[in-house]
Structure formats: structure tokens, C-alpha cells
């Protein structure tokens, strides 16, 4: 079934209705997960309570009297003491004790005899439980007055009413607690010191932080933005709308720079379908085909697993489900669930070790299998549609020349006279050179001067437009103008909240910081700039574009004023150009990227020091029985954490990867991904190895024990590393943690705030400014509301969250199904944002590399590392499942470690070996096939070129050259300002383009161009 079912639902329904599938498969294992023994957390924290008072317990029995007065609380987590392990009761350096064949209830004793584990309650005649001294795990019933006596743990001498049982002193964060005999009436507790960073407060009893000031000024602080927020929102709201045209024109100028359909789709330039299938349908370049399909194929990955575990655990034992999940409502439950689930441990081991076979077989097969299909889906691409990039060398190395010259003509002679001997055919088809400047400190002028052209040449859909062209003014001024206009109102009718408002307004229009330049400015600039080592020359025909290439491969290259310069195939699309940053070479930007791993690495360290580790101490101060646990919003400053660490280091990534200064926005994007998804992996091991080594002090202080009685500490001091980490409560430490790490505060959250934070809510605040405020219209009213950027930063969430899934299989089993549930919800839920965000919140793009997406297959082959390395831990304790010793398995200290850490690098350098000699040639395959369209024809319909992107370009054209039009800039939304000039190899007929979209291109006017066609056509041949 689990073969023939995918192959027939994938013919049947294609991908998109497997991912429909998945959904509903998921629904029902989620269902059956929870109806399988997965309790509500109220359960958990009544286990939480049981699991301390039972290692408290054991500690005593052998430390002695004396530690009840020198006692130390430094208790663990509520969610890192919770249940029990697959693996804590597995081995031991000793033969383990017997399960028992039957559990007694403990009301059928006698009182003050002992049983190994016994259920229910005490009767009244001895209502409290006392644990035995020697005999660990047994229990008897004794009167208030027995308790600590008797053979019972000389320790545990304060009845407790509520739990029926005798305990331990207890005072929150005490570091030396004294208690005397009886119940708890007559105030038996009391701390004699407090714990590091605690003060004592003896009216109440208690220890309190010294820097618990920290938190609540951190909430404190929130309030007052919190107000100000409502009351800012409030007064913006109860204002009347009184510019319903300025509302109407930036959502049209926001419709103009969505993602919408190409001249080849079924409705030109209209919005796509919202069930358009973003795995087929090429809506914005192949890159984001491949983009969603790396995110489908996760999602099947993670369904699949599921579905084999869910599989075998049905087939075997449904416990499997429940082990390290169990429910416990007494020390006696535990301790019984303890020795009991070792058994089930030992005897379905082999469950787990062929899940992670299967696991890892399919993710390293599945994942080779995808990259080739995905590159031959990239072959297929660049041979289906005539690209800009297919008519495009790249020339590198470009000696420095000054603008005062005519380069442009000068780069092209020089290529012609290159090709002349070996390409004529191409050197006659060179179009034009698009080159490359070194204008980063000229940037605020040429961004001026072009914003003039653009907005000086609008046309009448815009009244405010007609103005600015009538009187001759800059829009930017006049931006500028409206702007403080609205700052300087009569202040009797401006309020504090619109003066923020305004002040809002003018900072959000003015992006030229209100500098003027002149023209003559810019004609010295022009003239004074230098060239880049890189410029792009453009042939007509992709055929003359490969005999160039040919022929300079020939030659070694192209000779320009004596330097012998390199001829490259293009690879990248005109929009993710960044020619701000052409100048910048490859030694340069090493250092940048050194720079950006030390900024990476300094945020991790300062986060976790900073805020997480005062976190952690905190709540490791309390003991977590008797109600002794932090408060509610302790859970909500732990997901505060993780969410805002992974936002600061979003922000840091991003700010590292721009200032890398890469040509193309897809390295910036790779190089982003690796940034993010690098720090947010140390971030998370930095996390657990902090939390591990409080949790181990912790359990440590208040005796925890592994399944065969013996004290973790000595564990550690007599056995070592390897026995500790395989032990209950250090696994069940972890495993609770990646649980709460990854969900919700990583799978979900962040990217259930991201439609709020980065699309929803700027957009409809940004109505109501705008519909509010009569002085906002035109262009100001457009930036108010203008659309998100899309990245393919959605690589690095995904691989996280992946590495999250596979640092499961090393701990408990209950916890595998859950998170892979999780994750395919989540998964599923940040596929259809980023579905939604394409289509309608984000402004026009188009990726086309193959470079983030291979990106993302190389960094797959860490979690599918992970996946063997969890088969090697868990392979080893396997072997040793007749001896059932803890640390048992043939591999010991630091044998084990050279096999995992060998494991971890074979497998990512055969995996990246794969990629490289597998997939990868795949991908270079050469396309014999050319395109038959010329450059001129792709020109007319696409308005973004490697000449009309070229800001410096564009105004040379009409400052330098006095080109009649000049070369036009292509910015979004705006591609109706431009004009051709077949000349310079500008073809984009902006007005033409426009009119066939509003319907008022006639067919007299279509004839005509026909014929021009069949003209031109005839004078070529």
C-alpha cells in the first residue's frame, strides 16, 4: 500500500494534490498521535512534580544526614524533568533489577511495609508514602510522625497532606534549607542562605532574584509603547477620510508592481489566478519554481517519515508512542514507568534503528534523485523562453577608463575588432555595451537625478504628476515641500499624535534626504567616475552571443587598450544586477564576508550571555514540586527569547550578507542563508550545551538517578560522558528542549507575526494615513503603500527547522511523531503564506539562478548527517541490548565520538561529492539549442535590460550624450515611462505596452507594425 498509494495519487493529482494529501494525512496522525496517550500539559506538570520528589529522594539516601541542612536547589526545567526516555533504563554498568511481574496497591500493605513501586494511596490509618532508604523505588506507609524514620529516607521528614507523601525542605532558590519533623503546619521550612544572585525575605519565607528587575523592566518598558501604540492608532482612526484619491492611486501604482502575468500568459499584465500552482507555473522566473518545490519536497520528505514510523509503531507496540510521554500522578508511577518502560525499550530498540535506516536511506536517495530532476527542470527552463541573459556575455577585467570619453562605443569597437577575425557573424551583431561604473560615491545624486526622470515623465494617470511636469519642479522637492507642509499645520488643530504622524510622513517620502543637486553636478561626476572591472556586451541572437564566447575562448580572451580581458557566459537575469556594487573585487569581498562572520558570531555570544543564561539561571531556582515553579510568564519570556534571537539574527544576516557587496542579489541571498542558517545552528548548540550543564547541576543537587538506582553524579565521576548523555534525565533534558525550541517558538510563530508585521499591517496603517491626510497624493501616497521584497531567505527557515526534526531521533521516541506533526502543519501553513506573498504582497521579481537553490541541496547533507549519526548512537546501544547496561554498546567514550563525528563528515563529503559529479554536470549539460528570437523582439516586451537597469548608463544617454530619447531607466511600476530608441538597443515601447493592456491599441496600429516587421525582416536577409 505504502509503495503503489504515492505513485497513484502523484499520477492522479499531480504535486499540488499530494500536498493536499499530505495535509489530510497529516490531520489523522496528529489525531491518532494525541488519542494514543499524548496528554494535555496539566498532566505533564503533575509528572513534573512526582519526577523531582522521586530523585530528591534517592539523593538523600545515600548522602547522609548532614546534607538536609547543607541542601542545594538547583532544580531543572519543568519541561526537562518531565517523563521517561527510551534510553535511561536501558543499560548499566550492573545487572539491571527485574521488572516486577504485577504491581500491589499500596492500600492493601501493611502499614510500615515496603513494596517496590506500589499504586494508588495510603490508607488513613498511615496516610504518607515514604520512600526507603536502601531499597530504591520501594515505598512504605507511615504515620505523620514516620516519616524520615523507620528505614524510611532519614531526609524526607515533612509530611505533605497535598501529595500524600513524605519530602524534603523545600524553599524556593534556598541554597541551605532546615526543616524539622511533622507536617508542614507551624512553618517546618526555612532557608538559612539563599542562593547566588537571591536575597532571603523572611516575612514571606522566601528567596527573590536580585535580578529579577531585569524582566520586569523589560515588561515595564513594554507597557508605555504598548499605550502609546493604541492611543497613536486611535486618534489616526476616528479621523474622516478625506483623500479617497490618494488611496486609489497607490493601490493602482501597487497593482502595476506586483507579480503579474507576461506577455505570453493568458491575460497580460493582470494579477495571477490565486490557485495558480507556483510548483508548474512559472510566474516570476525558475528560481521560484524551485523555490516551492524545495519547500513541497520537505513537506513530502517529513510526510513520509511520518508515515513509516507511524507504520512500524502500529505494527509493533502502540507504547512506542507514549515512551518518555507517560502519565504519572505518583513517585510510585514513576518508578514503576521507569522499570517497566526499559523493558519496552530493550525489547523494540530495533524499531528505532530501522525507522533511521529507512530514514536515512530515502533523505540521501530522495535528495540526489531531486537535484538531478530540479536541474534538468533548469535545463528545460533556459531552453523554453528566450532570457535577456541568453543574448549577454560578461566582460571581466575591464581596465579603468574615465567617463570623460565615449567608453560605451569604445568597449564595443573593441569587441567587434576582437571578433573580427574568428566571429564576424558576431562581431556584426553586437548591439551595444552596457558598462559597468564605480559611482558608490555618487550614489545619492544618481539615485536623484534618476527618480527626476522617471517622475518628471509620468503620464496623466497621475494629477499630481501633470503638475510637477508643467512647472518644472523635481518631484522630489515637492515630495519634500508636502511633506513639511503637513509637519507645520496650525498647531491648534495638530495634535502630539498627528505631529508624530507627519513626522512619519516626511521620513517615509523623503528618500533623497532633502539634498538638491544640479545638473552641471552631475555632468563633473559623470565625467570624473571610473569604470568597473566589469561590463556586459549584448548580441542579437543568442547564436552570435555562443561564437563570440567561442572565439574568445580561442584567443584566451579579448584584447581592450592592451589588456587581455576575459569573455564569460551570463548566468543572471538584468533585475538581480546590483551595479552599485560592480567595483568591488573578489579579494575585497573576502574581507567583507570575514567581517560578516564576526558580526554573526559576536550576536550569538552576546544573546546567549546576555539574556538567555540570566533566563536560564532563573528558572533553575525553582524546584518544580509543591507548586514551586516560575510563573506564566516565564514560558512567554522563553518564547520571547528564541523568537527574538531568531529575529536579531535575521537582521544581522541581512546585514551582513548587503554589506558582502556581491554583483547579484542571489549571492547576497546565498550568502545570507549561510549566514542565518550558520548562526541560528550555533545559537541552538550554544542553547543546549548551556541548558545540558544547568540541567546536570541541577539534577545533580537534588539526586537525580538513572533506571539502576545509581546517582547521575556518580555516573558521571565513575563512568564518564557517554553513559551520562545516554541516561534519562540529561536525554529527557534535551529532548524537552529541541521540543519547545522548535515549536512553536521556531516552526510557527515567527512566520504567523510575518503577514501582520510585513504586509497586512503596514498596509493598512499606511491607508489611513493616506486616506486621512489630504496633503498626501501622488508619489508620497504610493511610497506609503508601496510592496514587500521577496527573498529566497525561505531556504535557511526550511534547513533549520530540518536540523530541528533530525536532532530528535536521538532522544525519547514520543517525541518523533510530534514534531514531525508540527513541522508539516507548519510547513504547510508557511507554504501557503509565501504562496499568498507572491501573488499579492510583494513587489515584482525574478529569480532564475540555480545557485540558492543547489545551495540548498548542499546544506540538506547536514540534517541527513544528522540522521546517520542518530543510527550510529542508537546502532551501538542496540548491541548492547542482551547485556541492557548502560553505555553498553561495542563503541565506548571516545570510540563512539570518532565514529559519530566520522559518520557526520563522510556522509556531508559524499553527499557534497554527489551533488558535484551527479547532479551538478546535469545542470551544465550544454543546450544545443538556440533561441531563433532575436534581442530586439524579447527587448520590446520586457522592459528590464542590461541597458535600461543601468542607472549610469541612463543618464550619460541624457546628460553626456543628448540622446533624442535617451536611454530610459526601467523602474517598477513605472515601465510605462519609457521610450525606445532602437539606436542605443533600447526597444520598450512603455506607451505602446500600456495601451494594448487598457484595449485602445487598434488593429490599424497592429497591421502597421506587422508590416514594419516583414520590412525590417526583408532588408536583414
Not at 828 to 841: A, E, F, G, N, S
Not at 845 to 856: E, I, N, T
Not at 894 to 902: D, Q, R, S, T
Amino acid at each position: 500500500i505504502f509503495i503503489k498509494l504515492p505513485i497513484a495519487v502523484r499520477s492522479s493529482l499531480g504535486i499540488g494534490g499530494m500536498m493536499s494529501v499530505a495535509v489530510h494525512v497529516s490531520i489523522f496522525l496528529l489525531f491518532c498521535s494525541f488519542s494514543n496517550g499524548m496528554r494535555p500539559h496539566q498532566e505533564e506538570d503533575e509528572e513534573q512534580k512526582v519526577q523531582i520528589s522521586v530523585h530528591k529522594s534517592g539523593h538523600f539516601q545515600k548522602q547522609g544526614h548532614h546534607q538536609q541542612q547543607h541542601q542545594h536547589h538547583h532544580h531543572h526545567r519543568p519541561d526537562s524533568l518531565m517523563s521517561v526516555s527510551e534510553d535511561h533504563h536501558v543499560k548499566s554498568t550492573g545487572d539491571p533489577p527485574p521488572p516486577p511481574a504485577e504491581r500491589v496497591d499500596i492500600g492493601d500493605l501493611e502499614c510500615g511495609k515496603a513494596a517496590f513501586a506500589p499504586s494508588g494511596h495510603c490508607p488513613e490509618s498511615c496516610p504518607y508514602a515514604a520512600e526507603m532508604a536502601t531499597d530504591y523505588c520501594h515505598f512504605m506507609c507511615v504515620k505523620e510522625d514516620g516519616c524520615g524514620t523507620g528505614g524510611s529516607n532519614p531526609n524526607e521528614t515533612l509530611a505533605d497532606e497535598e501529595i500524600g507523601a513524605c519530602r524534603l525542605c523545600e524553599v524556593e532558590a534556598c541554597d541551605v534549607c532546615d526543616a524539622g519533623q511533622g507536617t508542614l503546619s507551624g512553618g517546618k521550612e526555612h532557608c538559612g542562605q539563599c542562593m547566588f544572585g537571591y536575597y532571603y525575605v523572611e516575612s514571606l519565607n522566601e528567596c527573590r532574584g536580585r535580578f529579577n528587575w531585569i524582566f520586569i523592566a523589560i515588561g515595564v518598558s513594554a507597557i508605555p509603547l504598548i499605550i502609546f501604540g493604541k492611543c497613536w492608532f486611535y486618534n489616526l482612526y476616528k479621523k474622516p477620510i478625506v483623500n479617497e484619491e490618494g488611496v486609489n492611486y497607490a493601490l493602482q501604482c501597487r497593482q502595476r508592481a506586483m507579480v503579474l502575468q507576461g506577455a505570453h500568459a493568458p491575460a497580460p499584465n493582470e494579477p495571477w489566478p490565486f490557485d495558480t500552482n507556483l510548483m508548474k507555473e512559472n510566474v516570476a522566473g525558475s528560481g521560484t519554481v524551485a523555490l516551492f518545490r524545495f519547500q513541497g519536497a520537505v513537506i513530502i520528505w517529513a510526510v513520509v517519515l511520518l508515515i513509516v514510523w507511524c507504520s512500524l509503531v502500529l505494527a509493533t507496540d502502540r507504547d512506542l508512542f507514549m515512551l518518555g510521554l507517560w502519565d504519572v500522578k505518583t513517585p510510585m508511577d514513576l518508578c514503576y514507568r521507569i522499570r517497566n518502560g526499559r523493558e519496552l525499550q530493550v525489547k523494540f530498540l530495533w524499531v528505532k534503528v530501522s525507522w533511521l535506516v529507512f530514514a536515512y536511506v530515502f533523505s540521501t536517495i530522495g535528495a540526489i534523485a531531486y537535484g538531478v530532476w530540479m536541474a534538468g527542470y533548469f535545463k528545460r527552463c533556459d531552453s523554453a523562453e528566450a532570457e535577456f541573459s541568453d543574448f549577454v556575455a560578461v566582460i571581466k577585467g575591464v581596465p579603468e577608463m574615465s567617463g570623460d570619453g565615449n567608453v560605451e562605443e569604445i568597449l564595443k569597437d573593441a569587441v567587434k575588432d576582437a571578433l573580427d577575425k574568428k566571429a564576424k557573424e558576431a562581431a556584426k551583431e553586437v548591439v551595444a555595451v552596457s558598462v559597468g561604473w564605480d559611482f558608490h560615491k555618487d550614489a545619492k545624486m544618481v539615485k536623484y537625478f534618476l527618480e527626476e526622470e522617471v517622475h518628471g515623465s509620468l503620464d496623466g494617470c497621475n494629477t499630481h504628476s501633470t503638475e510637477h511636469v508643467s512647472n518644472g519642479s523635481l518631484l522630489v522637492n515637492v515630495m519634500a515641500k508636502e511633506a513639511k507642509q503637513a509637519q507645520s499645520e496650525d498647531q491648534s488643530e495638530v495634535g502630539f499624535f498627528d505631529k508624530v504622524t507627519n513626522a512619519f510622513l516626511a521620513r517615509k517620502v523623503n528618500d533623497a534626504d532633502m539634498v538638491e543637486f544640479k545638473a552641471d553636478d552631475l555632468k563633473k561626476a559623470l565625467n570624473e567616475m571610473k569604470t568597473a572591472p566589469t561590463s556586459y556586451v549584448i548580441f542579437e541572437t543568442e547564436a552570435s552571443r555562443d561564437k563570440a564566447l567561442k572565439a574568445a575562448a580561442e584567443d584566451g580572451g579579448i584584447l581592450i587598450n592592451g589588456v587581455m580581458c576575459e569573455l564569460r557566459k551570463e548566468t543572471f537575469e538584468p533585475e538581480s544586477l546590483l551595479w552599485h556594487n560592480l567595483q568591488v573585487t573578489a579579494s575585497e569581498r573576502m574581507g567583507h564576508q570575514s567581517k560578516g562572520w564576526l558580526l554573526m558570531i559576536i550576536t550569538c555570544v552576546v544573546w546567549t550571555v546576555a539574556l538567555y543564561l540570566p533566563y536560564a539561571y532563573y528558572v533553575s531556582s525553582y524546584s518544580y514540586i509543591h507548586g514551586d515553579e516560575p510563573p506564566h510568564y516565564a514560558e512567554y519570556i522563553f518564547v520571547g527569547l528564541v523568537v527574538g534571537a531568531q529575529v536579531l539574527l535575521f537582521i544581522a544576516a541581512g546585514k551582513a550578507s548587503h554589506n558582502c557587496h556581491f554583483h547579484y542579489e542571489e549571492e547576497t541571498q546565498e550568502m545570507y542563508i549561510v549566514y542565518y542558517n550558520a548562526a541560528l545552528v550555533l545559537n541552538l548548540v550554544m542553547d543546549i550545551v548551556l541548558q545540558t550543564i544547568l540541567s546536570y547541576e541541577q539534577m545533580v543537587g537534588i539526586g537525580a538517578r538513572v533506571a539502576d538506582g545509581r546517582l547521575l553524579q556518580d555516573v558521571w565521576l565513575q563512568a564518564g560522558l557517554q553513559q551520562t548523555l545516554e541516561s534519562y534525565p540529561i536525554q529527557k533534558a534535551v529532548g524537552k528542549l529541541i521540543f519547545k525550541y522548535s515549536f512553536p517558538c521556531t516552526f510557527l510563530l515567527p512566520f504567523a507575526a510575518e503577514p501582520f508585521l510585513g504586509q497586512l499591517g503596514p498596509l493598512w496603517i499606511g491607508m489611513m494615513m493616506v486616506g486621512r491626510s489630504a496633503k498626501i497624493k501622488g508619489e508620497n501616497a504610493e511610497k506609503c503603500l508601496e510592496l514587500s521584497e521577496m527573498e529566497q531567505g525561505r531556504y535557511a527557515d526550511c534547513l533549520f527547522n530540518l536540523v530541528l526534526v533530525c536532532c530528535v531521533p536521538f532522544v525519547a521516541p514520543g517525541y518523533l511523531a510530534k514534531i514531525l506533526v508540527v513541522f508539516i502543519i507548519s510547513h504547510l501553513y508557511i507554504y501557503w503564506y509565501d504562496h499568498w506573498k507572491t501573488l499579492r504582497y510583494c513587489r515584482k521579481f525574478f529569480f532564475v539562478s540555480w545557485a540558492p537553490h543547489y545551495l540548498g541541496q548542499q546544506l540538506f547533507s547536514i540534517p541527513v548527517a544528522m540522521l546517520l549519526v542518530a543510527l550510529v548512537f542508537k546502532g551501538n546501544q542496540w548491541s548492547a541490548v542482551e547485556s541492557a547496561h548502560l553505555g553498553g554498546g561495542r563503541l565506548q567514550g571516545k570510540f563512539l565520538a570518532i565514529a559519530c563525528i566520522g559518520a557526520f563528515v563522510g556522509h556531508l563529503v559524499v553527499h557534497l561529492l554527489l551533488l558535484k559529479y551527479v547532479v551538478y554536470p546535469r545542470h551544465l549539460e550544454e543546450n544545443t539549442d538556440t533561441h531563433d528570437k532575436p534581442y530586439s523582439k524579447v527587448s520590446e516586451v520586457e522592459p528590464a535590460s542590461f541597458l535600461t537597469t543601468n542607472p549610469v548608463q541612463c543618464l550619460r544617454s541624457k546628460y553626456k550624450f543628448q540622446h533624442q530619447p535617451p536611454l530610459s531607466i526601467c523602474v517598477l511600476g513605472k515601465e510605462h515611462t519609457m521610450k525606445p530608441n532602437p539606436a542605443l538597443g533600447a526597444f520598450y515601447d512603455g506607451a505602446k505596452q500600456k495601451a494594448k493592456k487598457d484595449g485602445t491599441y487598434s488593429r490599424k496600429d497592429e497591421k502597421s507594425e506587422q508590416k514594419q516587421d516583414e520590412k525590417k525582416g526583408g532588408d536583414e536577409k
